[in-house]
């Protein structure tokens, strides 16, 4: 069923659990990704970049992505992830995606409070749940990742933040980035903690891969309530396509056993996911 962001979180606050969001680039990636949710008994987040509706290929995909939402046997919440501009925020509101992210952090605290109220009054117009980000986090949803995070969340913002724009839910910046870390992560445990505790909104983690399982439980038991994860299915996908073509050998490789290939590395790797973060068997 389709579901909205806040309607999860706050399931998944109560339950001390987080709801994985994992990033699809192109059509094939939905099939596996609600397989595994309806595998695992879990509820689930398509994540759709606003950099990656081209690739998905939005206005000709979007009725089947919102139709599977609606007709899946687990909660889904089809979500826009770093919304940067107005035009993809409105395109994610009339296909019928059930939350939107907002990234205004190239903004000043002052324009990225004004702009994140305006949408998310806008989305809660429609029934539609919005995710803020404050403090920047270092990385390209699919790109190069940093060796820190860019600017860690100032935790004196959090709770003005968190009132003055009506968000349901709050990314931050705790030494998480986006694609590959350089170096190992190092999360600021003790300011997610303090963020928490500010924060009356479920809290985000943005850049999951690469972070160990030890740390997203710890993550998740100080209220982390949702992480998005992108980079760690990519890898898997790609091993599984290298060890598929080495075995073939310069042998003949039909286009199904490749799209095969690649469906069941995702959905091995999201239900693996879904086990970490909690999930699995919250449906
Ligand atoms: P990773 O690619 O590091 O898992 O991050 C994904 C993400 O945060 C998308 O918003």
């Given at each position: 069923m389709l579901v909205t962001l806040k309607d999860v979180l706050e399931r998944a606050k109560r339950g001390n659990y987080a709801v994985g969001a994992f990033n699809i680039t192109n059509g094939l990636c939905l099939s596996p990704l609600l397989k595994a949710a309806e595998a695992q008994r879990s509820p689930v987040i398509i994540n759709i970049a606003e950099i990656s509706f081209e690739d998905v290929d939005i206005p000709?995909?979007?009725?089947?992505?919102?139709?599977?939402?609606?007709?899946?046997?687990?909660?889904?919440?089809?979500?826009?992830?770093?919304?940067?501009?107005e035009k993809a925020l409105m395109t994610a509101l009339r296909c019928g995606f059930s939350s939107v992210m907002f990234?205004?952090?190239?903004?000043?605290?002052?324009?990225?409070?004004?702009?994140?109220?305006?949408?998310?009054?806008?989305?809660h117009s429609v029934g539609v749940s919005l995710e803020g980000e404050l403090g920047v986090i270092g990385g390209s949803e699919a790109g190069e990742g940093v060796a820190?995070?860019?600017?860690?969340t100032d935790l004196r913002k959090v709770r003005p933040y968190?009132?003055?724009?009506?968000?349901?839910?709050?990314?931050?910046?705790?030494?998480?980035?986006?694609?590959?870390?350089?170096?190992?992560?190092?999360?600021?445990?003790?300011?997610?903690?303090?963020?928490?505790?500010a924060s009356a909104v479920p809290l985000v983690l943005h850049g999951g891969s690469g972070i160990s399982d030890d740390d997203f439980r710890k993550a998740v038991s100080l209220g982390i309530c949702k992480i998005n994860f992108y980079t760690g299915s990519s890898v898997s996908v790609f091993h599984a396509l290298n060890a598929y073509m080495k075995e073939l050998n310069d042998g003949y490789a039909d286009m199904a056993a490749i799209s095969w290939t690649m469906m069941n590395a995702f959905q091995k790797t999201v239900e693996e996911r879904m086990q970490v973060f909690g999930s699995a068997g919250k449906a």
């Amino acid at each position: 069923m389709l579901v909205t962001l806040k309607d999860v979180l706050e399931r998944a606050k109560r339950g001390n659990y987080a709801v994985g969001a994992f990033n699809i680039t192109n059509g094939l990636c939905l099939s596996p990704l609600l397989k595994a949710a309806e595998a695992q008994r879990s509820p689930v987040i398509i994540n759709i970049a606003e950099i990656s509706f081209e690739d998905v290929d939005i206005p000709r995909l979007y009725p089947a992505i919102i139709h599977s939402a609606k007709e899946a046997t687990v909660p889904v919440v089809v979500n826009l992830d770093h919304g940067l501009t107005e035009k993809a925020l409105m395109t994610a509101l009339r296909c019928g995606f059930s939350s939107v992210m907002f990234d205004a952090t190239k903004y000043s605290y002052e324009d990225n409070i004004r702009l994140t109220k305006q949408y998310a009054d806008m989305a809660h117009s429609v029934g539609v749940s919005l995710e803020g980000e404050l403090g920047v986090i270092g990385g390209s949803e699919a790109g190069e990742g940093v060796a820190v995070a860019a600017n860690y969340t100032d935790l004196r913002k959090v709770r003005p933040y968190v009132d003055a724009t009506g968000v349901d839910a709050l990314a931050v910046s705790i030494g998480n980035v986006h694609g590959f870390y350089k170096g190992e992560p190092d999360l600021q445990f003790d300011l997610l903690a303090d963020i928490a505790a500010a924060s009356a909104v479920p809290l985000v983690l943005h850049g999951g891969s690469g972070i160990s399982d030890d740390d997203f439980r710890k993550a998740v038991s100080l209220g982390i309530c949702k992480i998005n994860f992108y980079t760690g299915s990519s890898v898997s996908v790609f091993h599984a396509l290298n060890a598929y073509m080495k075995e073939l050998n310069d042998g003949y490789a039909d286009m199904a056993a490749i799209s095969w290939t690649m469906m069941n590395a995702f959905q091995k790797t999201v239900e693996e996911r879904m086990q970490v973060f909690g999930s699995a068997g919250k449906a």
